[in-house]
């Protein structure tokens, strides 16, 4: 079964359509690479899953729970408070980290969980010691976020999102706001959630990583997806001019 599915998902601001008709079907245990040009929607297409924007029209269905569905034309997002339970499915891990800059290391990792899920205090303390050795930070439990290098920092901001358990993971980019250096070690990280078999959702440039980590590459452009395949499908042999062009100049 899938644990996520889109239905002709569209989105406007303003007067700029910049989601048309997005499909999209997750299995569990499954990582997607969504790739393509600057502009092109990938941003909007993540925050309409995590309900951080809202779709005009269109549907979607979380863990086989239908959180929007059109109704009459428009789309209907399910009563805040179901949709908040809803939403803890999903995790997010954003380009610039956003750890909360007054609290810890350990303190990032334990919030939503005491707060949100009400673990005991000791509970959380002991998943988040055992998230921030599986992300290799064990030593900086400690440590405020002004004193992590970047790669540092996003490897807690994936910890903090693994922390609250939940079925997807969802990366904007998660890597470019790294110097080149530093993201082998954030990859590295993500290599080994999808060697778990995560399910994951990843907005990624880094085309060698998406090659090697995702069963599945979806091509967007223009609010729209393009083309969708393999690896080998859609980054060796893609069907469309575009795509073959995008990958050309990356090189
Ligand atoms: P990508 O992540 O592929 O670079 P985005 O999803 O960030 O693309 O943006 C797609 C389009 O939507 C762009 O034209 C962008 O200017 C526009 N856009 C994104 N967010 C907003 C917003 N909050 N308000 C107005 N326009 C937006
Ligand atoms: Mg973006």
Redesign the pocket.
């Given at each position: 079964m899938s644990v996520l599915e889109v239905n002709k998902l569209n989105k406007s601001f303003g007067g700029t359509h910049v989601l048309k008709d997005v499909d999209l079907s997750l299995e569990k245990g499954e990582t997607m690479a969504i790739i393509g040009p600057s502009g092109s929607g990938?941003?909007t297409l993540l925050r309409c899953i995590n309900c951080l924007e809202r779709a005009e029209k269109g549907k979607i269905i979380l863990d086989g729970i239908t959180i929007a569905e059109e109704k009459n034309g428009i789309t209907e997002y399910l009563p805040d408070e179901q949709l908040r339970d809803a939403r803890l499915h999903l995790g997010m891990v954003f380009q610039n980290f956003n750890l909360f800059p007054h609290l810890n290391v350990l303190e990032n990792l334990t919030l939503a969980p005491i707060n949100v899920d009400h673990v005991s205090k000791e509970k959380a303390a002991a998943t988040a010691m055992d998230l921030l050795k599986k992300v290799g930070l064990a030593d900086r439990a400690d440590a405020y976020p002004c004193e992590l290098s970047g790669g540092q920092s996003q490897r807690v901001a994936i910890a903090r999102a693994l922390a609250m358990d939940p079925d997807i993971l969802c990366f904007?980019?998660p890597t470019s706001a790294l110097d080149p250096e530093l993201t082998g070690e954030v990859l590295q990280v993500i290599k080994g959630l999808a060697a778990e078999h995560m399910t994951m959702l990843i907005?990624t440039h880094e085309m060698g990583f998406a090659k090697e980590v995702a069963s599945q590459v979806v091509f967007m452009d223009d609010g729209r997806i393009l083309e969708r395949g393999t690896p080998d499908e859609l980054l060796v042999n893609p069907k469309e001019a575009r795509i073959r062009s995008f990958l050309d100049k990356l090189l």
């Amino acid at each position: 079964m899938s644990v996520l599915e889109v239905n002709k998902l569209n989105k406007s601001f303003g007067g700029t359509h910049v989601l048309k008709d997005v499909d999209l079907s997750l299995e569990k245990g499954e990582t997607m690479a969504i790739i393509g040009p600057s502009g092109s929607g990938k941003s909007t297409l993540l925050r309409c899953i995590n309900c951080l924007e809202r779709a005009e029209k269109g549907k979607i269905i979380l863990d086989g729970i239908t959180i929007a569905e059109e109704k009459n034309g428009i789309t209907e997002y399910l009563p805040d408070e179901q949709l908040r339970d809803a939403r803890l499915h999903l995790g997010m891990v954003f380009q610039n980290f956003n750890l909360f800059p007054h609290l810890n290391v350990l303190e990032n990792l334990t919030l939503a969980p005491i707060n949100v899920d009400h673990v005991s205090k000791e509970k959380a303390a002991a998943t988040a010691m055992d998230l921030l050795k599986k992300v290799g930070l064990a030593d900086r439990a400690d440590a405020y976020p002004c004193e992590l290098s970047g790669g540092q920092s996003q490897r807690v901001a994936i910890a903090r999102a693994l922390a609250m358990d939940p079925d997807i993971l969802c990366f904007d980019e998660p890597t470019s706001a790294l110097d080149p250096e530093l993201t082998g070690e954030v990859l590295q990280v993500i290599k080994g959630l999808a060697a778990e078999h995560m399910t994951m959702l990843i907005v990624t440039h880094e085309m060698g990583f998406a090659k090697e980590v995702a069963s599945q590459v979806v091509f967007m452009d223009d609010g729209r997806i393009l083309e969708r395949g393999t690896p080998d499908e859609l980054l060796v042999n893609p069907k469309e001019a575009r795509i073959r062009s995008f990958l050309d100049k990356l090189l």
